[in-house]
């Protein structure tokens, strides 16, 4: 059985770090299912008349099913990965028969389940030219995709990019909320320690480390403001 190169594939091996660099900012995998891209999977089933169509993200050493229309698996190994060739181009990857193409003839998901003969995939591509994965549709019968077919494939996976975007955009805003509220909560302890202050000997030492970690909170609240 010939299975595809991986390192032979890739651009360069730097490329494919930042790549998977990428991925992981992303924080997509192995996370739950998400209605709004379910409904753009099952939309690239129906408009091209096949029965699986998935949304797949592309890790080191497997793809990872984000979405899923009539398959049970979850994953594969990238070895066997049609996506993993997907990934290598900006334009729709076809292959018409995975039983005549000498790449795919011998893949154990085109001998068995499940039977792939007909794929198609679209790279998920970030804004900085990284293809995260694909949004791909798989029949068991060989076919070819008719323009608008494959036009309809390109706006689905734009679509699906676009919603990666704002999940992130959405975590990251998270992410710098709790900052807040944990810089929020030193300066109110160091408001709380400077109100409770006896007037003993030692008192102006102790306000001189107050202030230093004062600062320190009001330099973090600037560098969050900023951001």
């Known amino acids: 059985m010939v299975l595809p190169n991986i390192n032979a594939l890739a651009d360069s091996p730097s490329r494919e770090a930042a790549r998977l660099q990428a991925l992981q900012q992303y924080e997509l995998l192995d996370t739950s299912a998400e209605q ?5 999977t099952e939309l690239a089933s129906q408009l091209c008349g096949v029965p699986i169509s998935l949304i797949t993200l592309v890790a080191e050493k497997r793809q990872w099913f984000k979405s899923k229309v009539g398959l049970d698996l979850s994953e594969t190994p990238r070895t066997v990965s049609f996506c993993h060739h997907a990934i290598t181009d900006s334009q729709v990857f076809e292959v018409m028969d995975a039983r005549t193409d000498y790449r795919f003839q011998d893949n154990p998901l085109v001998t068995g389940n499940p039977n792939i003969r007909f794929y198609a995939g ?37 679509q699906v990019m676009l ?65």
């Not at 709004?36 to 753009?40: M, P, R, S, V, W």
């Not at 030219?129 to 323009?147: F, M, N, Q, V």
């Not at 955009?169 to 160091?190: D, G, I, N, P, T």
């Not at 107050?210 to 009001?218: I, R, W």
């Open 36 to 40: 709004e891209l379910d409904e753009l």
């Open 163 to 227: 919603h990666f975007e704002l999940r992130r955009s959405r975590l990251e805003r998270e992410k710098e909320k709790q900052k807040l509220y944990q810089v929020l909560a030193e300066l109110q302890q160091v408001k709380t320690q400077v109100e409770n202050l006896p007037a003993a000997a030692g008192t102006q030492d102790r306000l001189l480390a107050l202030q230093e970690k004062l600062e320190n909170v009001v330099q973090r609240l600037e560098t969050l403001a900023s951001a």
């Open 122 to 158: 679209m790279p998920l591509i970030t804004p900085q030219g990284h293809a995260l994965g694909t949004l791909c549709i798989i029949d068991t019968e060989p076919r070819i995709l008719t323009i608008e077919q494959r036009q309809a494939l390109e706006v689905l996976a734009r």
